[in-house]
């Protein structure tokens, strides 16, 4: 079993609707999760992080996280072209080191 | 600029010969970690620091990897006889080492191998 596993995708989703990106990880002591976004041949950028069970919101994305599911999503509200991208799902273990799964393409349909 | 720092951007180099990347992250960030990345797949630890101490190098790399924090502030990655399998783009993350504190990227180096 990897250690973060996310669907490879592609995610198509048209223009203006609810993106869900969904990632699982295996270390249940894992203390601290992100989401980065990256585009072709550019670095991660981070654009949430979440630390405790629930939601958190930051415009239009909201982070979820489930320790009990080990299960981390991300929604995109109102999805712009410019949202296109790769999503990266990254969880920060107890011993500090950062494990990335392989990412979702997700592609908004104009 | 007080982002994370990557040098140099692009390198070509030809199969057999050493390259050295050097990260500068974010200044009292006193966790620094590298990461390769090939395409279509997601960021793949190598190594990371805690100030100027190595704390963990992947098992997957092999011994012409090495990577340095002197005096706890920038890093170097070292390749010594490149191989083709080697181009990637290799990723520099600095951080807080607290638990509730993320990680940001620099630009990365990309690395050709011909």
């Known amino acids: 079993q990897k250690e973060v596993e996310q669907n490879s995708g592609p995610l198509s989703v048209p223009e203006g609707a609810i993106a869900s990106l969904n990632c699982t990880y295996s270390d249940r002591v894992s203390q601290s999760f992100f989401w980065y976004r990256q585009y072709s041949g550019k670095s991660p950028e981070l654009i949430m992080s979440?630390?405790?069970?629930g939601d958190k919101e930051d415009g239009r994305f909201t982070a979820q996280l489930n320790k009990a599911s080990q299960y981390v999503s991300l929604l995109i509200r109102d999805s712009q072209p410019s949202d296109s991208a790769t999503y990266l799902c990254a969880v920060r273990r107890r011993d500090d080191k950062i494990i990335f799964g392989k990412g979702t393409r997700l592609h908004i349909l104009p | 600029d007080t982002g994370v720092s990557q040098d140099p951007r692009h390198k070509i180099t030809k199969r057999g010969q050493n390259v050295t990347f050097r990260c500068d992250p974010i200044s009292e960030h006193n966790r620094l970690y590298w990461y390769r990345q090939t395409l279509g797949q997601g960021p793949e630890f190598l190594t990371y620091?805690?100030?100027?101490?190595?704390?963990?190098k992947s098992r997957l790399l092999s011994d012409r990897f090495s990577a340095e924090r002197p005096k706890g502030s920038f890093s170097t990655l070292e390749i010594q006889r490149t191989e083709q399998g080697d181009s990637a783009m290799y990723l520099c993350?600095?951080?807080?080492?607290?638990?509730?504190?993320?990680?940001?990227f620099g630009q990365g180096t990309r690395l050709t191998v011909v």
């Open positions: 979440i630390y405790s069970n």
């Open positions: 993350a600095s951080s807080y080492d607290r638990a509730s504190t993320e990680a940001f």
């Open positions: 620091f805690q100030n100027e101490a190595q704390l963990e």
